[in-house]
């Protein structure tokens, strides 16, 4: 069993250390900024493809890669695992901070696949020094570059404490696969300084993607083995629509493993949600639940909002947790962890639409990209649930942390703030800025793109009001992506026959971020959306240009075939 020192997570280290051990040799990529492997790096070459980050265009495979820590995505240990399986990751991952995500793909391709990529995690001093190095190797005693030879700790041993039930599970007394599960849950709770384990009421399973071919050989390895989850465990949205896909014209290549994908989850006792926002469930947890969530969305909702407590569990881990009912006790499920360590003060405009939410939840990830930081100074502009939805989804997108604070808003906010925790200012200037990169495409749009993540019945309702009953431009396609439950509300209250009355398609169980060709319209040139999230992450997953607006826009450019220019009013 792997395990490491234990140590507060994102304190600084006195020394460096190895997290997975292994050899490795090649030129030093760095970053000073995070990134997320899903939708930021291409799983067929290995190379970015976030438009919006420092290395777009750098193919990664074969080098030793510094960053401070990942952020995004939980579904990058599954583009990572699918980088090893094909021989295209990095050589070797260099993190300054703790780090999750990645290094639980590492685990997984070394526990189940034999394929060993070291991770190390380097103090400051030394992680200023080797990044600027040319060439690095690493063994699993030292890292070297020229003169320097840096010693590094071994994953050292954890004193994990564990239930008379945890060892049964660990020694294989019910079944091959939950034992792998506990393997690599132990080994994540050591990497993550945890000293036992916590029980947790319910499950939110990312992995049923296709991010990867990786995806779909990991969850029928585990279905094989006879896994089978033990507490309520909802499923992602998937890749594809699962009933109609073949109708939709879907290449088999891409459609059959997506939907196996889905099927091997559904086997092993997942409900079928197929769902982005399952905050939006019957199901969703309360207040001080201790659940185990993966997708980076909900689970900065389910933290920031309901109140909650889930780590932003990576795929892969997700169905561990699920088949066993134990996740490591550690970051924000304790007291202490879940403060808020910076002060985000907002120059709040006037008049603000509902572009506004998502746009200062991306900026206030880009604040506080790897603390959780709370927001203050919203002057008596309180946000609805949607406007929550929107804001988390962008935080996610542009942050490491799990969740956020937001001042007379979050159930958290009023006890959150840390002693220590310093300021900064959102500025109307940054806003501006930021819109603008967000809108860098042209004034002609193909597409508009609602959904990211699933669209609320509030969302619903809010476009067909804008619509009107009007038809959309005979060359705009607009497409909702929902869950199937919000789809049966809009049907049972009238606003999906309004939205089909205009000419509008309401896809259930995929999203935008998992949607593909021909579902995504292929003669598509410019896309409009409402989500923050999908308009960073939209031109390199689709290809396309995205423009960002808020629902009458969107509304009015897939009426006119054209997208509002300049700053909205509340920020002109």
Known sequence: MLACPIEPKGSPLTASQTVLPGSATGPVINSAEGLSFWGGVDPETGGVIDVHHPLHGVCLSGSILFMPTSRGSCSGSGVLLDLILTGRAPAALVFREAEDVLTLGALVAMEMFGKNLPVIRLAQRDFEMLSAAGTITITTKAITSGTINLPLLPPGVNSLSLTDQDRAMLAGQEGKAVAQAMRI??????????????????????????????????AEAMAANGARVRIPTTMNAISVDYGNWQQQGVAPSFGAPAARLADAYVRMGCRPTFTCSPYLLDSAPHQGDAIAWAESNAVVFANSVLGARTAKHPDFLDLCIALTGRAPRTGVYL??????????????????????????????GKAAPDRIGIIVGLCGNP??????????????TTSAAPMLHIEGVTPEAATAIAPDADTVTISRDDMISAWNILNDGPEDIQLVAIGSPHASLEECCLLANALDGRQLHPDVGLI?????????????????????????????????????????????RSVMTNSAKYAHYGPGLSG???????????????????AETGLPLWLS
């Open 335 to 364: 007291d202490e962890n879940r403060v808020a360590t910076r002060i985000i003060k907002i120059e709040m405009p006037d008049a603000i639409d509902d572009a506004f939410w998502p746009l200062l939840g991306y900026l206030a």
């Open 480 to 524: 909702v992506t929902a869950g199937q439950h919000i789809i049966d509300e809009a049907r049972k209250d009238g606003t999906l026959a309004r939205l089909h009355t205009s000419g509008v398609q309401v896809l259930p169980d995929l999203c935008w971020c998992s949607i593909s060709e021909p579902v995504f319209p292929t003669r598509t």
């Open 185 to 218: 849950i132990c080994a994540m709770a050591a990497q993550q300084g945890a000293t036992s384990l916590i029980d947790v009421t319910q499950g939110h399973i990312d992995g049923c993607i296709y991010a990867s071919p990786a995806n779909l050989t990991f």
């Open 383 to 396: 946000p609805s649930r949607t406007d929550l939805k929107a804001l988390c989804a962008a935080f996610g």
């Open 544 to 562: 396309r240009t995205v423009r960002f607006g808020n629902i009458a826009a969107c509304a009015e450019a897939a009426l006119t075939g054209r």
